[in-house]
């Protein structure tokens, strides 16, 4: 199966000692990268509802960006990355074979980069999905990637022998995904906390379930969509009460 989760906005970018790809889509990212170039603070800013330091850092980022990069100033996206979802990926503690694994079966989308592996080098940049950054396909990133993402994993679980994606990304991203050029079963995981009153979606918590969902995948090499019931990290559950075909649904009591 393949697995896929959202990119963070907080980047760590600490120096890594691992062999890194090129992205599929590096062309697109080079294109939006001008793009956003061009923006003033202002419109930046007004872009991704900015502070205007924030504002300011991405507009350095956006104009340091470069077509060919030096190594030097690239990541891996999956240790680059470090947002809540990444808290419970822990990628920098998966073993090698792990990571190999990952980088066959585990996919980032990116506003910017659209499809990313692992392993895949990138340059720091922060642009969310939903920024409606005009292009000349659109008003929006939704309008710029149109089915491309789609076909992308559908050629990647072909490759796999798959059919099955597990979506534990945000709905930010995987609205990106456009359904209709999707050929895949999408399993989308539901993690809820209980505070004695009925289970709740915590958005907090949900994030960091998803990335410790996507590494259970991972280091259970799962193939099997029945498996993903067996998750019980963090001290979570499946509860058949609660779950659709393919929609699990996980709950523990809320964390003190």
Known sequence: MLVVISPAKRLDWAERDVEMTQPAMAQDANRLARTARNLTLGGLRDLMDLSDDLA???RDRFRAFEDAPAPAATRPAVLAFAGDTYQ???ASSLE???LAWAQDHLRILSGLYGLLRPLDAIQPYRLEMGSRLRTRRG?????YWRDQLSKALNAQAEALGTDVLVNCASQEYFGAVAPKALRLRVISPV???DKGSGPKIVSFFAKKARGAMARHVIQNR???PAALRDFDSGGYAYRPDLSEPDRPA???????
């Open 56 to 58: 300011r850092l991405n």
């Open 88 to 90: 419970g990926l822990e």
């Open 96 to 98: 090698p074979e792990e």
């Open 139 to 143: 008003g929006s990133l939704y309008d």
């Open 191 to 193: 993690f809820m906390e």
């Open 222 to 224: 799962l193939e099997d």
């Open 250 to 256: 996980f709950v523990r009591p809320y964390p003190d």
